[in-house]
């Protein structure tokens, strides 16, 4: 039993919310094996690190293994301040930008011409949908002064840790989250004006920590406002999801979305119809609001009807409780179409055609 069989049993124990192992985060500060005894110092990102615990426990459980090792002796300390500097940087890599247009990442920015048409609701359902198809995915809250994305995953009281600049978040059913309600106070109003929203938009993208991600998510505000705009700036290789209901006079505002997003560069890749009729005892289809106002988006963008979710009061109801129903009820039948619509994002992988990828010759 030697220090380097240590050190490689600790390189099976990951930072929970940073998704590496501690050896590559440089929280294994020191290792040492004397007559059987283990020795283990062990260094976390910060103080009241809320990953402690956890780690603790996985450390002592992966050198239970280790043959030759009778005893224990783990010292859990903090990083020093020139420690959390190199770490930050680490993970911060070369690129300023992670979601450039170098990156691997897919992005889905979700977007509507007016509220209240369940955008939210949908891309909350769209991204646990992916990550229930093993995919890696981050949702961001962009809707500044609408934010609902904590509330509607059920995390409203859910707060990102910080490391040095680095901004962790919050992760739920294997989605990381961040949201500007995880900032303020609960139920505070943020009025803000365009340069703050600007910068808020691009610390999300680059102050977050999202690790390895295969779809970014976004939650655009209704309209074509000052968010959008900024986006559409920093992110012009994303793909666009116009969301409407079937109600006409929706549609055209929401068209507008679609509109915005192709100036920017963006590529609008589908519609959802939300809200499309709900099923009768009889089986019948109770139309509320109206019919045809997906299709007829879809056809004036050019682009594909991705689905047509139903009015649902099983999807209104998790909505409500932050149990979101493509989890909690996946065969009811709006939760069935979200699912769908995800199985059929997951399939239309971008192309790596003049990407530079992270490889370097040997």
């Known amino acids: 039993m030697s220090a380097e069989a240590i050190r490689g049993a600790l390189t099976k124990v990951y930072d929970p919310e940073l998704h590496r192992p501690i050896t590559d985060l440089g929280m294994v500060r020191a290792v040492s094996v004397t007559e059987g005894v283990a020795s283990v110092e062990l260094v976390l990102t910060i103080v009241g690190c809320p990953a402690a615990d956890r780690i603790e426990a996985d450390v002592r459980a992966a050198l239970t293994d280790v043959v030759g090792v009778d005893e224990l002796q783990l010292t859990v300390g903090v990083m020093t301040p020139a420690e959390r500097d190199e770490l930050t940087t680490r993970l911060r890599g070369s690129r300023p930008h992670p979601f450039g247009p170098d990156s691997l990442t897919r992005v889905i920015a979700v977007s509507s011409g007016k509220g209240g048409v369940g955008k939210s609701t949908v891309t909350t359902g769209l991204a646990l949908a992916l990550a229930q198809r093993g995919l890696q995915v981050g949702l961001m809250d962009a809707d500044i002064f609408g934010y609902s994305i904590p509330g509607l995953l059920g995390i409203p009281d859910a707060k990102p840790t910080r490391v040095g600049e680095l901004v962790l978040p919050p992760e739920t059913q294997g989605v990381r989250v961040i949201s500007i309600g995880m900032f303020v106070d609960e139920g505070a109003a943020v009025s803000w004006r365009g340069p703050l929203l600007h910068r808020t938009m691009q610390q999300f993208l680059t102050d977050v920590y999202w690790g390895d991600l295969d779809v970014l998510v976004i939650d655009l505000p209704p309209g074509t406002g000052d968010v959008a705009i900024s986006l559409g700036q920093l992110l012009p290789q994303a793909e666009v999801i116009v969301v409407t209901t079937p109600q006409p006079a929706a549609a055209d505002v929401a068209e507008r979305s679609g509109i915005l997003a192709r100036q920017t560069g963006q590529r ?88 530079s990828l992270p490889l370097a010759p040997r």
Do not use: C, Y
């Open 268 to 355: 609008v890749v589908g519609v959802i119809e939300n809200m499309a009729g709900l099923v009768q005892p009889d089986g019948s289809v109770l139309e509320l609001f109206g019919s045809g106002g997906g299709h007829a988006l879809a056809e004036r963008l050019g682009v594909p009807l991705l689905g047509s979710v139903p009015l649902s009061a099983d999807l209104r109801a998790g909505g409500d409780t932050g149990s979101p129903t493509v989890l909690a009820h996946p065969d009811d039948p709006a939760a069935a179409e979200l699912l769908r619509i995800a199985e059929q994002l997951a399939q239309r992988p971008e192309g790596l055609a003049g990407k």
